[in-house]
T-cell receptor
Framework: GQNIDQPTEMTATEGAIVQINCTYQ??????LFWYQQHAGEAPTFLSY??LDGLEEKGRFSSFLSRSKGYSYLLLKELQMKDSASYLC??????????WGAGTKLIIKP | IAGITQAPTSQILAAGRRMTLRCTQD?????MYWYRQDLGLGLRLIHY???????GKGEVPDGYSVSRANTDDFPLTLASAVPSQTSVYFC??????????????FGAGSRLTVL
């Protein structure tokens, strides 16, 4: 079966750096997405990786290793507004998105 | 403001009743999707439409139906609601096509409680 694993919850301190991991086992691979979802709101797109390596976008970076079935989202200079759930999703060989359950990130002052 | 509008925002429904969740987008996106989100689970695809006039079943289609009469609208109908359909429902759209860079835009969600 297809599976996406990510930690259920993480806690970090304002101003610090946090890395949220995502491992996947899917039928084929056509890219990996990260979405941010604040409580009670809709998910919003953060990043897309299809090739191995690091994609940087401001305070957020996303890394992919296809051979290891692994990605991480790196958040730097954490702000209180970064408190949210972070959803990892993989597009399989049929271009269907498989979603992880999300990682709830709690930022403490 | 371009985006997706869902209605209603929330609804409490008696079991056995029929309910339609509405979804409208103004981005002229080809593809539209209905997901449900439950605590501890990832987003699960109910139905999708790659283009106006076509629909397909997702991971959890039972008890739900959809139609896509035009590009903008993609209503989701629960013919006879059951308590297990209590969830938050998200409509989403994307440009579609066989591209991995298929970014989804989500509506604000509809919280449905079936008693």
């Amino acid at each position: 079966g297809q599976n996406i694993d990510q930690p259920t919850e993480m806690t970090a301190t304002e101003g610090a750096i946090v890395q949220i991991n995502c491992t996947y086992q899917t039928s084929g691979f056509n890219g990996l997405f990260w979405y941010q979802q604040h409580a009670g709101e809709a998910p919003t797109f953060l990043s897309y990786n299809v090739l191995d390596g690091l994609e940087e976008k401001g305070r957020f970076s996303s890394f992919l290793s296809r051979s290891k079935g692994y990605s991480y989202l790196l958040l730097k200079e954490l702000q209180m507004k970064d408190s949210a759930s972070y959803l990892c999703a993989v597009m399989d060989s049929n271009y269907q998105l498989i979603w992880g359950a999300g990682t709830k990130l709690i930022i403490k002052p | 403001i371009a985006g997706i509008t869902q209605a209603p925002t929330s609804q409490i429904l008696a079991a056995g009743r029929r309910m339609t969740l509405r979804c409208t987008q103004d981005m002229r996106h080809n593809a539209m999707y209905w997901y449900r989100q439950d605590l501890g689970l990832g987003l699960r695809l109910i139905h999708y439409s790659n283009t106006a006039g076509t629909t397909g079943k997702g991971e959890v289609p039972d008890g739900y139906s959809v139609s896509r009469a035009n590009t903008d609208d993609f209503p989701l109908t629960l013919a006879s609601a059951v308590p297990s359909q209590t969830s938050v429902y998200f409509c989403a759209s994307s440009e579609g096509g066989s591209s991995g860079a298929n970014v989804l835009t989500f509506g604000a969600g509809s919280r449905l409680t079936v008693l």
